[in-house]
């Protein structure tokens, strides 16, 4: 082994680490300027949109419940995205081999942050969920100080994840461990990363097919006792297809990239992986887009609330541009504070005049 390849790098920059790997990742410009503005329309609709869910459940005393407490930091996580798939993509193409090392790091622990927080919050959505429905109810009993303590759980292990590759689990030190889809981190962090995220689909998978055969069992067992079909929207049974179609858009939009990456950390040279690397990013940002529309179409009282948001914001602009308009103008000797004082003659006249 070379000693360059033992040495460490940090005052390079990353077109030394993509020299390294030989990666074919140039962007044509035409190429690089749609997705730039493709991607931030996409963006701007993930920040906005987020941005109501959040306004919606802190505004609705209906959504003032530990699902959507937990659901309002999906969207947060979400939001946080948004702003990462922003900078991420003013910061790629040739752009990218000039970043140094710490603005690499930035650039994909803003991207891990938030696929973690989002995977995490899946994860306790599921719990919670499940918790409701072995209780047979709509909400779980957890109190606000304890959903507090998750969403500050799930942020401060996000966090952690997004920062393990700069606290040291990289290839700075090591260039023959690199990666290809990430030039400065290292494969056994990429196996990892893929592997316990894959984990992870799988407990949620399976928590969800145990929730959906308790739900089944219970339903056949309450009709023969109930006069007509049971009141969905009074059990679990709705939230719940809400948030599986969520995991659903979730695991079909990332399992693709994990498994990319698994292969890239166990170096399948034949995988090719380079060329997958922007359809990848394309689905990322697809299920960013997707939730906030999910939330809306299968929640009535979610896409209520949207509307009665946006009737506000509308109402507050026709408002504010109505006191404008209706403000009364200034002549030009009061606007440029040259009027002169009045004459003696003027003052007679009002004495006169206040006299008669």
Same mark, same amino acid.
């Given at each position: 082994?070379?000693?360059?390849?033992?040495?460490?790098?940090?005052?390079?920059?990353? +077109?030394?680490?993509?020299?390294?790997?030989?990666?074919?990742?140039?962007?044509?410009?035409?190429?690089?300027?749609?997705?730039?503005?493709?991607?931030?329309?996409?963006?701007?609709?993930?920040?906005?949109?987020?941005?109501?869910?959040?306004?919606?459940?802190?505004?609705?005393?209906?959504?003032?419940?530990?699902?959507?407490?937990?659901?309002?930091?999906?969207?947060?996580?979400?939001?946080?995205?948004?702003?990462?798939?922003?900078?991420?993509?003013?910061?790629?193409?040739?752009?990218?081999?000039?970043?140094?090392?710490?603005?690499?790091?930035?650039?994909?622990?803003?991207?891990?942050?938030?696929?973690?927080?989002?995977?995490?919050?899946?994860?306790?959505?599921?719990?919670?969920?499940?918790?409701?429905?072995?209780?047979?109810?709509?909400?779980?009993?957890?109190?606000?100080?304890?959903?507090?303590?998750?969403?500050?759980?799930?942020?401060?292990?996000?966090?952690?994840?997004?920062?393990?590759?700069?606290?040291?689990?990289?290839?700075?030190?090591?260039?023959?461990?690199?990666?290809?889809?990430?030039?400065?981190?290292?494969?056994?962090?990429?196996?990892?990363?893929?592997?316990?995220?894959?984990?992870?689909?799988?407990?949620?998978?399976?928590?969800?097919?145990?929730?959906?055969?308790?739900?089944?069992?219970?339903?056949?067992?309450?009709?023969?006792?109930?006069? +007509?079909?049971?009141?969905?929207?009074?059990?679990?049974?709705?939230?719940?297809?809400?948030?599986?179609?969520?995991?659903?858009?979730?695991?079909?939009?990332?399992?693709?990239?994990?498994?990319?990456?698994?292969?890239? +950390?166990?170096?399948?040279?034949?995988?090719?992986?380079?060329?997958?690397?922007?359809?990848?990013?394309?689905?990322?940002?697809?299920?960013?887009?997707?939730?906030?529309?999910?939330?809306?179409?299968?929640?009535?009282?979610?896409?209520?609330?949207?509307?009665?948001?946006?009737?506000?914001? +509308?109402?507050?602009?026709?408002?504010?541009?109505?006191?404008?308009?209706?403000?009364?103008?200034?002549?030009?000797?009061?606007?440029?504070?040259?009027?002169?004082?009045?004459?003696?003659?003027?003052?007679?006249?009002?004495?006169?005049?206040?006299?008669?």
């Amino acid at each position: 082994m070379a000693p360059e390849n033992l040495s460490c790098h940090y005052n390079k920059s990353m +077109g030394f680490f993509y020299s390294n790997i030989d990666a074919d990742d140039k962007w044509d410009n035409t190429q690089l300027i749609l997705v730039q503005v493709v991607g931030s329309f996409f963006c701007c609709f993930i920040l906005v949109s987020n941005a109501m869910v959040i306004a919606a459940v802190i505004t609705n005393k209906r959504f003032h419940y530990p699902f959507y407490y937990l659901l309002a930091n999906l969207a947060a996580s979400d939001f946080l995205a948004g702003i990462a798939y922003v900078y991420l993509m003013f910061n790629t193409g040739e752009v990218s081999r000039k970043l140094s090392v710490r603005g690499y790091f930035i650039r994909q622990g803003l991207l891990d942050i938030s696929l973690s927080a989002s995977l995490a919050n899946l994860l306790v959505i599921a719990l919670e969920r499940y918790i409701s429905v072995m209780n047979w109810k709509v909400h779980s009993n957890l109190t606000k100080r304890r959903v507090t303590l998750l969403i500050v759980l799930v942020w401060a292990i996000s966090i952690f994840m997004g920062a393990v590759p700069s606290l040291g689990w990289n290839c700075i030190c090591n260039l023959s461990d690199c990666s290809q889809l990430a030039p400065i981190f290292s494969r056994s962090y990429l196996i990892f990363w893929s592997a316990s995220n894959l984990v992870v689909f799988l407990v949620m998978v399976a928590i969800y097919m145990r929730i959906y055969a308790y739900v089944k069992k219970k339903t056949s067992m309450l009709m023969p006792h109930t006069s +007509g079909s049971i009141n969905r929207k009074r059990t679990p049974i709705k939230l719940i297809k809400t948030v599986m179609v969520v995991l659903g858009a979730f695991v079909i939009c990332w399992t693709p990239g994990l498994v990319v990456l698994l292969l890239d +950390g166990l170096k399948c040279k034949s995988c090719n992986v380079m060329k997958l690397k922007r359809w990848l990013l394309l689905l990322a940002v697809l299920n960013s887009v997707m939730n906030p529309c999910i939330y809306s179409y299968k929640d009535e009282e979610m896409w209520t609330t949207f509307k009665n948001l946006l009737r506000c914001i +509308g109402n507050g602009t026709r408002r504010q541009r109505s006191t404008k308009a209706n403000a009364r103008p200034l002549s030009s000797a009061q606007d440029t504070g040259t009027s002169q004082p009045p004459s003696e003659e003027t003052k007679n006249d009002d004495k006169d005049i206040l006299k008669t």
